[in-house]
């Protein structure tokens, strides 16, 4: 039974910046996607950014620039890593595995979530 769990939310001041992290326990015989979601209060779920098999990374727009998502070389852990955060970045952050890119409703693991607040 494999679960991921979160770290790594924090609050920060714009400009600031976070690493979040995802790791995956139990056995994880297949390599797959996985992905960073989040969602602010009334909004819905979306793609922060995903890295598939190979590496390949895929980021929402507003993100460019400033998130970058990586594995270590088990692929047991996924991170986040949020630069030049901004007030709209605020949200519960999920890390999801086993999907297709940013389409949320691929996903078939999701973790609890870790908050992300940041004031301006």
């Known amino acids: 039974h494999v679960q991921l769990v979160e770290s790594g939310g924090d609050s920060v001041q714009a400009g600031g910046s976070l690493t979040l992290s995802c790791e995956q326990s139990?056995?994880?015989?297949?390599?797959?996607?996985m992905a960073w979601f989040r969602q602010a209060p009334g909004k819905d779920r979306e793609g922060v950014a995903s890295?598939?098999?190979?590496?390949?990374?895929t980021y929402e727009d507003s993100v460019k620039g400033r998130f970058t998502i990586s594995q270590d070389n088990t692929k047991k852990t996924v991170y986040l890593q949020m630069n030049f955060l901004r007030p709209d970045d605020t949200a519960m952050y999920y890390c999801?595995?086993?999907?297709?890119?940013?389409?949320?409703?691929?996903?078939?693991?999701w973790g609890q979530g870790t908050q992300v607040t940041v004031s301006s």
């Open positions: 999801a595995a086993d999907g297709t890119g940013l389409l949320h409703r691929s996903y078939k693991r």
């Open positions: 139990g056995y994880t015989p297949h390599k797959y996607c």
């Open positions: 890295i598939d098999t190979d590496g390949g990374a």
